[in-house]
């Protein structure tokens, strides 16, 4: 392996915040079952190596956001919503942007708007869109996620620290009907594209499996990692099997075949189904630290003795206000 493990890595894309990938969630509208609530979230409100706050500004003006579903089983993308955001005078409004066919598994700015205009919530009130049968919303919101960073940094030694009780992230909501997701079973991930130097997309932040990037991919192969597709994951399962070796004492063997369930990176989600992670989509209690500390220690550490936010909401956008009001920043 022409790689070292390094240890974990909670670096940021292009050290923009904004970029970063957070979280990505999937689930059957509560009391309807005919509609879904895919949940995008980025640009955590402060760092954890070194620990500090990160930009008031909630999603970058240059960067696509883009959720991409595959619909076949092939892991390409079929279908795309394309988040855009643009600033003006303190604030932001976001442009959403549905493409399909080939045209989602490439790399643009083109689609179908379907929702135009919208603003973006920085305070406690959650600005939301309703627009052809969706449903939308952008903004800071209480980070969901609940995890013993600190402990997972001190050899696994958990306390119950959870690193995120106060933390905000900006959150991308969208409630559409299971038809426009394209039917059955799909496959979802998330990725964030930049202007590169020659006119095209640079495509600098993908996945949909929290924590697999930070913790085991190494520096020298994110760029290349974060940069690819589901369909071609299987050339990295030798790179997270050598991480494995390292973080749980893996007999060669044992980490490829662990490291293999662990890719493609994309969230398997059929709404016909009931929700259950890594399986079957994702909701905003799931427990996906103390699971994957189990993988990532080979049994040694698997409750961090942190447990889900009591502030979530029962209702669209379902994500807590945020701890920070910044619309008076």
């Not at 790399?107 to 135009?116: H, K, L, R, W, Y």
């Not at 973080?247 to 009931?274: F, K, N, Q």
């Amino acid at each position: 392996m022409s790689h070292h493990y390094s240890g974990a890595d909670f670096g940021f894309p292009r050290g923009d915040a904004r970029l970063d990938f957070c979280d990505l969630f999937a689930f059957p509208k509560p009391g309807d079952p005919d509609r879904s609530i895919i949940i995008m979230d980025v640009h955590p409100s402060k760092a954890l190596d070194p620990e500090g706050p990160t930009t008031t500004e909630a999603f970058s003006p240059e960067a696509i956001y883009e959720l991409s579903i595959d619909t076949d089983g092939d892991l390409v993308a079929d279908i795309g919503y394309r988040f855009r955001f643009s600033s003006e005078n303190g604030g932001q409004r976001a442009t959403v942007r549905r493409v399909e066919g080939v045209d989602a598994a490439r790399a643009g700015d083109g689609g179908d708007a379907v929702i135009e205009g919208a603003r973006v919530s920085n305070g406690a009130d959650a600005r939301v869109t309703q627009a052809d049968g969706y449903r939308f919303f952008a903004g800071w919101r209480s980070d969901p996620f609940f995890f013993d960073a600190g402990g997972a940094l001190n050899g696994f030694q958990f306390t119950g620290d959870d690193f995120f009780a106060d933390s905000d992230v900006c959150s991308i909501v969208l409630e559409l009907a299971n038809s426009e997701l394209g039917g059955g079973e799909v496959g979802l991930w998330h990725r964030a594209l930049v202007p590169a130097d020659d006119s095209t997309w640079a495509q600098v932040e993908r996945g949909a499996r929290t924590q697999v990037v930070p913790f085991l991919v190494p520096n020298e192969e994110k760029d290349a990692y974060v940069g690819g597709q589901p369909a071609d994951d299987a050339r990295f399962v030798g790179v997270l099997a050598h991480s494995l070796e390292h973080t749980g004492g893996y007999s060669p063997e044992d980490a490829e075949r662990v490291a293999g369930t662990l890719l493609p990176d994309i969230l398997r989600y059929d709404p016909a189904r009931p929700v259950a992670y890594p399986d079957n989509g994702r909701m905003l209690t799931d427990d996906v630290a103390d699971p994957f500390m189990a993988i990532l220690t080979n049994g040694k550490a698997s409750d961090d003795k942190v447990g889900p936010h009591d502030d979530l909401l029962a209702e669209f956008p379902y994500l807590g206000p945020p701890h920070e009001n910044r619309a008076e920043a």
